[in-house]
């Protein structure tokens, strides 16, 4: 197609372009358009055809696979209107908008992928690199306010407890393209659901692996060195030059065999973590054997012989149908009186009330747990009341750096799929 001096549009000085296009996922913008166009009867027609849906969008005299989804102004008069029905060389006044450069500051402006950010307290970094390449809109973290403004985005930044469901996606509507959640796990987030409607999913593994190992060697210190009960002594004066040799003794970690459930990267970070200490033995277990397990010098046993031999039973795996509910009451029978079960994966993969019982009954010796069912957790529940049980609100990946890189991650991740690029940490 030659290129003309002059677009069609009046006042428009562009020289470059050969037609220009109004984004079909930003009606807004050719409804600007639409405000100085002449005459007025055109207006509406133009308008009925694209909201009912009776305008063939995209489809010039060539049939451009580029101008899909587009609603398309092009400069060559005798391609205008004939197959797309709602192209124009009416007349234009130049009124609010500026046509200086049609192309350039009306459609390139405007066909900025949307974004949802749902969660207003989501590190700055994300913002920024969205806001560079996106229009974003931010709402709260709770289930009303995402519904009520996550219709016609084309990507979601998912940082919610919230469950993002069918009817969450319905509400979105079609046009959503990109979910990049900022966490590791994601079963609040209906994957199937997600993976039927063609939207590629992220989420940022990797980055909290440090931060979460962490927080299992403090739970695993507090309870084995009985953190709950010395400070309790303090706050009710029964420490005293009267306590004996006896007194507040716990269990060590040097020496002892750690069972690991699940040694994936947050898995093999802890057992890493914990070499420091002079562990005599690891013990891993999962569906298979795993080459990185012999590399750590860890041995790769059945569940069963794990939760028999380890002095602490560490949880590290994803909420799933199979590990739902797997530390129960048969499991916590099988350990050690004497064992310590640290839980940093999902609550769900315990059975809270068998925990409970296992605790009050000293059939284990404690338990850390930084994950619970529900969260958060009622400030009167029995777990609290349990001397021999250390809870943590879920802040097994709260520092600074670790918040601040799975934002920029999950960040990344969406403008990636939005340019057709792989994602960083895809998971659809």
């Not at 919610?160 to 069918?166: G, N, P, T, V, Y």
């Amino acid at each position: 197609m030659p290129k003309i001096k002059k677009c069609c549009v009046q006042g428009c000085t562009d020289e470059t372009s050969t037609r220009h296009r109004f984004p079909m996922r930003d009606l807004d913008l050719f409804d600007n358009w639409l405000q100085i166009i002449q005459p007025r009867n055109w207006q509406q027609l133009t308008r009925h055809r694209i909201y009912e849906g009776s305008a063939k969008v995209g489809a010039d005299g060539n049939d451009h696979n580029e101008d899909q989804g587009f609603i398309v102004l092009d400069d060559v008069p005798n391609k205008l209107a004939e197959n797309t029905q709602i192209l124009t060389l009416q007349s234009t006044q130049k009124n609010s908008i500026n046509f200086k450069r049609c192309y350039s500051t009306i459609t390139e402006k405007m066909s900025k992928f949307k974004v949802l950010v749902a969660n207003s307290s989501v590190p700055q970094i994300a913002h920024d690199l969205l806001k560079a390449e996106c229009d974003v809109r931010v709402c709260e973290a709770e289930r009303e306010p995402i519904l009520q403004n996550i219709r016609g985005v084309d990507a979601l930044f998912w940082s919610s407890h919230h469950k993002l469901d069918k009817e969450m996606l319905d509400k979105a509507g079609p046009q959503l393209k990109v979910i990049g959640t900022m966490s590791a796990g994601y079963d609040n987030i209906d994957v199937e659901e997600i993976r039927k409607r063609g939207i590629k999913f992220g989420n940022t593994p990797g980055v909290l692996n440090d931060a979460v190992a962490d927080m299992t060697v403090l739970l695993a210190l507090m309870t084995s060195r009985r953190y709950l009960e010395g400070r309790e002594s303090i706050e009710k004066s029964t420490w005293s030059e009267k306590n004996g040799p006896q007194w507040l003794l716990g269990r060590d970690l040097s020496g002892s065999t750690v069972g690991i459930v699940g040694l994936g990267n947050i898995g093999q970070t802890i057992l890493s973590r914990l070499k420091c200490f002079k562990v005599e033995k690891f013990l891993y277990t999962g569906h298979k054997e795993k080459p990185e397990g012999k590399c750590l010098s860890a041995h790769f046993v059945p569940m069963d012989t794990l939760l028999q031999e380890s002095d602490f039973v560490i949880a590290s795996v994803p909420l799933t149908k199979s590990t739902e509910g797997m530390f129960n009451a048969e499991a916590f029978s099988k350990m050690k009186k004497t064992a310590i079960f640290i839980n940093v994966s999902r609550g769900g993969i315990v059975n809270q009330p068998d925990l409970v019982g296992a605790l009050k009954k000293n059939q284990i010796y404690a338990a850390g747990i930084d994950v619970m069912t529900p969260e958060p957790l009622p400030p009167d529940h029995e777990l609290l009341k349990l001397k021999n049980c250390v809870v943590t609100p879920h802040m097994g990946s709260a520092t600074i750096n670790t918040r601040n890189s799975m934002a920029e991650l999950a960040a990344k991740n969406i403008l990636k799929a939005l340019k057709g690029e792989p994602m960083i940490a895809p998971v659809v």
